[in-house]
């Protein structure tokens, strides 16, 4: 069957950014470049995208299929804000769900991003939700995290079946302004995914800028609350029968009012280990 039947869904039309597609390879930096160099190298252009309501379909979706699907979960994190807490509290409660949600051997959680756009101008450690729809991780950069996070163990975990996945959530709700597009993950064609450097102080990470295409089926929950996680597939070792990548962004969604409360959200990501033989 090719993918989930879409008839009857409601949606919205929303304009989205993609990459136009270029010659040279796209660079973008995560801190205040040096004098004299862009922040970003490329053009984006904006396409009016039909985004289907994903509600109807929770009980459906899958992270192999679709490369999405939406949780619940109760955290006991009381303050988004804390970094201790995210990383005493919060990363272990999203290895057990990912562990749960995926039967992994192993998860390892290793970055998270807080967004909220009133205050990430006052602290630089708060980023503004990301309007560009685009991938996590591509095939270099996601064995690549595996070598530098995991030392010694790097080698023999790359000979077995493993994945990066994303939990995103709402730190309040409901999510009105900028939320989530996540695009089915068996809509997307690989030509469609343009690997990025992404410049960090101390290294280069690559990422898929994805360059449009009518061919690709966009979803979102509306109204996402904080008991509700997304559980998005960046990356999958396994070449067949399996979503490898997936792509996503926020976006402006013109049905809501203009003055919504600023989104407030916190993604994090984990390396994903299978059972050797899996
Ligand atoms: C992500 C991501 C964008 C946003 O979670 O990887 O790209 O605006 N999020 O939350
Ligand atoms: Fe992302």
């Known amino acids: 069957m090719d993918g989930i ?5 409601d949606s919205i039309v929303a304009p989205l950014n993609f990459l136009v597609p270029m010659s040279e390879k796209p660079v973008a930096y995560n801190y205040q470049p040096p004098p004299g160099v862009p922040v970003r190298t490329g053009q984006s252009v904006q396409h009016q995208v039909p985004i289907r309501n994903a509600r109807p379909l929770i009980d459906r979706l899958s992270l192999d ?23 005493t509290i919060y990363y272990p409660e999203c290895e057990r769900v990912m ?13 998270h991003i807080v967004r909220n756009a ?13 309007k560009r729809v685009h991938n996590d991780y591509t095939a270099w950069s996601a064995p690549q995290r595996v070598r530098d996070l995991m030392g010694a163990e790097a080698e ?8 990066i996945n994303n939990l995103w959530r709402p730190i309040r709700g409901p999510v009105l ?3 989530l597009t996540l695009c089915d993950a068996q809509s997307l064609e690989e030509e469609n995914l343009i690997a990025s450097d992404l410049k960090y102080p101390d290294r280069t990470g690559e990422t898929y ?4 295409n009518p061919n690709q089926r966009y979803y979102y929950f509306p109204r996402m609350q904080p008991d509700e996680a997304v559980l998005i597939r960046c990356y999958d ?11 996503h962004t926020g976006f402006d969604d013109p049905t809501m009012p203009p003055d919504a409360p600023p989104r407030e959200s916190l993604e994090v990501r984990m390396l994903v280990f299978f059972p050797p033989g899996s």
């Open 237 to 247: 070792s396994q070449l067949h029968g399996a979503a490898r990548f997936s792509a």
């Open 99 to 111: 562990k749960a949600a995926t039967g992994a051997a192993r998860v390892v959680a290793f970055d």
């Open 156 to 163: 023999e975990l790359l000979k077995h079946r493993f994945a």
């Open 65 to 87: 299929r679709e490369g999405f699907v939406l949780l619940h979960h109760q955290t006991a994190v009381t303050n988004f804000y804390d970094e201790e807490q995210i990383r």
């Open 209 to 212: 800028s994805v360059t449009y």
């Open 177 to 179: 302004d900028s939320p």
């Open 5 to 9: 039947t879409t008839a009857g869904l």
């Open 118 to 130: 009133a205050i990430s101008a006052k602290d630089n450690t708060i980023k503004i939700p990301a």
